[in-house]
């Protein structure tokens, strides 16, 4: 009964805050470079937690990079001007990535053309993702807007699927 309750409450939880991200996507969006960093400092610690649990079959190398990966998102989060590198990393590594899929989705659709297979659908999603890529490096900071709406867009149906699992829960108590 507590985990269904529970389950239920991280569920509107997060989807409220979906929906908060939706209204701030700057804010999102820069929050962006500390969820990284925490994220980099967990692996780090589980990292060096690995390399201390099996020692024998480990190397040095695995507790280095741990410690170094740790360290990194320490910095990550601790360091104004390292967030606002990475949050401008993330906005061009998101346009980086549109142009690349757009790029590749063009090559893919003259592949189906040759082989007598659809291609027109592929090819203009094609062209229009490289053209979002191209754009997105010259207007960063409409693409950290979107970048910031596509995590609102994640987070929503996490809740409501957190809300479904919890309703589905049994009512039987835990013991």
């Not at 939880?13 to 500390?34: D, E, K, N, Y």
């Not at 741990?66 to 601790?78: E, K, P, Y």
């Not at 401008?88 to 053309?113: D, N, P, R, T, V």
């Not at 809300?163 to 009512?171: K, N, R, V």
Request: include cysteine.
């Amino acid at each position: 009964k507590k985990m269904k309750v529970i389950t239920i409450i991280l569920g509107v939880l997060l989807t409220i805050g979906g929906f908060i991200c939706i209204f701030m996507p700057g804010r999102t969006f820069l929050s962006s470079g500390w969820a990284l960093g925490f994220m980099l400092l967990v692996s780090g610690i589980n990292m060096i937690t690995l390399y201390i649990q099996n020692r024998k079959q480990s190397s040095a190398g695995n507790l280095i990079g741990g410690i170094v990966v740790a360290l990194l998102g320490i910095f990550t989060m601790a360091s104004l001007p390292t967030r606002v590198l990475t949050d401008m990393f993330i906005a061009y590594a998101f346009g980086a990535g549109l142009l690349i899929y757009g790029i590749f989705q063009i090559a893919s659709s003259m592949k189906a053309k040759k082989n007598n297979l659809p291609w027109g659908i592929a090819l203009t999603f094609g062209i229009l993702n490289t053209l979002l890529g191209i754009y997105s490096f010259f207007h960063p900071v409409i693409t950290a807007l979107a970048v910031g709406m596509l995590i609102a867009f994640v987070i929503i149906p996490q809740g409501f699927n957190l809300i479904a699992l919890g309703a589905s829960m049994g009512g039987k108590t835990e013991k």
